[in-house]
């Protein structure tokens, strides 16, 4: 990272070291910069790390909101929501009337709502059954950790059960509502009644386990103090080293209301609002993304903290009465074109996703790809972008984006490559391997040829390795199973007979084992001893139609970033195999073991897996 910041506050200047260094932040730490005026050098250490995390992308999603009634069981004091059923403002929706609701374009719907005291388990399953049945592009994100331990509690199911039933009925992916402050001084005074931090974490953790990611939120701007915020994150950061299975982290912003809690109007002041959206980027390492939630933050705030430290702006969210009934300002709903303008004019790439944040469609030009992962930072660690953006996206994703004509160049799975070749021309850069590459990994249950007619589970982000995995099975094996694609990210593997992974992800399991896949196979090792011949994964290459100054720039950066990678593979291997908790020595080792340039051989070995491929059926 070589980001200049003209500290004011000097107490900054080691946790800039730390985070350079990718130590962890700890509590005083937090708490020196919740202290500290220097807003913008707190700001710029954040935006810093976003922009490592996730390039120049800002992610955002067609969605809307349910709040199937405001009927709850609770009283908590921070809420102006919730009612008793006897109350005028009470109501309850029929499914039929979610449905209603709900429009084909819709990416992800979120429902969370009121406790109720009546309704059945029925209700809630059948709910999501049929919003999946209905709009089966649509992604259901329901139900916070509290609504989850309440189902449990109320119905006497195992949280267990009653996430598996609502997975099996079409649910995805949890909302990080329900949090609040994970401190019992706060739980005591404003939300008695509700569950805290043990059982908030013991229900995430469980939809984790089952492969269903969720997210988390602070509500802060209320009675809680500085201390309490960091501790937050830090428990935060905790669960999500054991898990992984955070998706996004959102603080939201007290809206006063009517709810007594703070003297008229009392909002959060913009600096209040950045500095916590900041420190949490900076806290929670492990975290992917960071969400400015518009609606309680208003627009122009949003729009500031995308360089802050956000990489997230929620979406359109149609319907949203929480923060509304206790007196968000903002508006109801965001039009998709206005969410892409404060996106651009942020200087951003504005990223529709889905629940998964796989990206979907870019509004932007001259975007360049950027494998995230630790086999193509030699290429990436110095380079210099100029008048291209650069989007990190899984290789599979790039493939789909460049065929929409949404991005100009990139560093390309092989498949997307042969399959786009007509429009894509290929660079003289690669990832290819010497021998063997750790990065692309079938764990397995059974050896080879146990693995006939058995479920293979292929991680969402590849295109090319799941051909390697088939054309080693079925012609150098002789041996045909079944695949099955799972989405990024966590997983329940219980299902599968083997897993196969690749990038960071197949390092991290590689490093720390998957528990009852006990055979492991490098597949480019598999292949150089069959072939005796490189594997090329990937290749660089840009549109056919790139105007002839913008090739000739990229072919340049490409070249000096490279130049510059390789000579400091050990620095920068150090740094960045820190995160998937390899030394030093096996980072190193681990990127010698690629070769960057294609030359004949590399050219050679496509050919070959070329025709191989051909010969196989495609099946997924
Ligand atoms: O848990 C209640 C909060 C939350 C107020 O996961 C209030 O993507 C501010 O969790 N002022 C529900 N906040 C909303 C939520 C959420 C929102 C957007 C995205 C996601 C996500 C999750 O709203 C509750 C509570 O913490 N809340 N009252 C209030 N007066």
């Known amino acids: 990272m070589s980001t200049t910041i003209h500290f004011r506050d000097k107490n900054l200047i080691s946790i800039w070291d730390k985070v350079q260094n990718g130590q962890r932040l700890s509590l005083k730490d937090g708490m020196a910069m919740f202290n500290s005026q220097d807003i913008i050098s707190i700001g710029k250490m954040a935006h810093t790390v976003q922009q490592k995390k996730s390039g120049d992308a800002v992610y955002y999603v067609l969605n809307q909101k349910i709040e199937p009634t405001n009927i709850c069981v609770l009283s908590c004091k921070f809420c102006d929501f919730a009612v008793k059923k006897d109350a005028d403002a009470a109501y309850e929706m029929t499914i039929e009337e979610i449905l209603s609701k709900l429009t084909p374009d819709i990416h992800e719907v979120h429902i969370t709502g009121g406790l109720h005291p009546d309704w059945p388990w029925d209700y809630y399953v059948n709910m999501v059954r049929d919003i999946k049945k209905n709009f089966p592009n649509t992604d259901v994100k329901a139900f916070t950790a509290v609504e989850i331990d309440f189902f449990h509690k109320k119905f006497k199911i195992p949280i267990e059960e009653v996430l598996r039933q609502l997975y099996a009925a079409g649910l995805r992916t949890m909302p990080g509502g329900g949090a609040e402050v994970f401190s019992e001084r706060v739980r005591k005074q404003l939300f008695n009644q509700k569950i805290g931090a043990k ?24 009675i809680e103090t500085y201390e309490e915020r960091v501790q937050h994150f830090m428990k935060l950061r905790e669960a999500q080293d054991e898990t992984g299975g955070f998706l996004t982290f959102i603080p939201l912003a007290f809206q006063p209301g009517a709810t007594g809690i703070k003297p ?101 030009e001259n975007v360049v790809g950027k494998i995230p992962y630790l086999n193509s930072v030699p290429f990436y660690e110095h380079f210099e972008q100029r008048q291209f953006k650069m989007l990190p996206i899984a290789p599979r994703r790039m493939g789909v984006l460049s065929q929409k004509d949404q991005m100009v160049a990139g560093l390309f799975s092989l498949m997307d490559y042969f399959a786009q070749s007509d429009t894509l021309e290929l660079m003289n850069y690669c990832i290819a391997t010497r021998d063997q590459v ?50 990024s990210g966590i997983n329940d593997y219980s299902n599968f007979d083997a897993i196969l992974l690749i990038g960071d992800e197949a390092l991290k399991a590689n490093k720390s084992g998957l528990p009852g896949f006990d055979l492991v196979y490098d597949l480019a090792k598999e292949w150089y001893e069959w072939q005796k011949m490189p594997f090329v994964f990937a290749v660089w290459a840009h549109k056919k139609s790139l105007p002839a ?58 050919s070959i897996f070329k025709k191989l491929i051909e010969e196989v059926e495609v099946s997924l």
């Open 199 to 222: 059982a908030w974490f013991e229900v995430h953790k469980t939809a984790h386990k089952l492969g269903i990611p969720s997210n988390a939120t602070l509500l802060y701007g209320h």
């Open 264 to 364: 008229k109007n009392e909002f959060t002041s913009a600096i209040e609002d950045l500095k916590t959206i900041a420190i949490s980027r900076l806290m929670l390492d492990n975290f992917n993304h960071i969400k400015a939630y518009w609606v309680m933050l208003t627009e122009e705030v949003a729009s500031i903290a995308l360089n802050f430290g956000a990489d997230d702006m929620d979406g359109t969210v149609g319907g949203e009465k929480i923060a509304h009934d206790a007196g968000a300002t903002a508006a109801m709903t965001m039009a998709k074109d206005q969410l892409i303008k404060i996106i651009q004019d942020a200087g951003k790439i504005p990223v529709e996703r889905d629940v998964y944040y796989n990206a979907l469609n870019i509004s932007s």
């Open 438 to 487: 750790k990065s692309v990994m079938l764990f397995s249950k059974e050896g080879w040829q146990g693995l006939k007619g058995k479920k293979i589970g292929i991680i969402d982000d590849t295109a090319t390795s799941i051909r390697l995995l088939q054309v080693l099975l079925e012609k150098k094996y002789g041996v045909k199973a079944t695949f099955a694609r799972m989405h």
């Open 549 to 606: 100054d913008k090739k000739e720039e990229l072919q340049e950066i490409i070249q000096e970033s490279l130049e510059k990678g390789e000579a400091e593979l050990d620095t920068i291997g150090a740094h960045h195999g820190k995160d998937l908790n390899l030394t030093p020595a096996e980072t190193t080792e681990f990127l010698e073991g690629f070769n960057y340039r294609l030359g004949d051989r590399e050219k050679e070995a496509m």
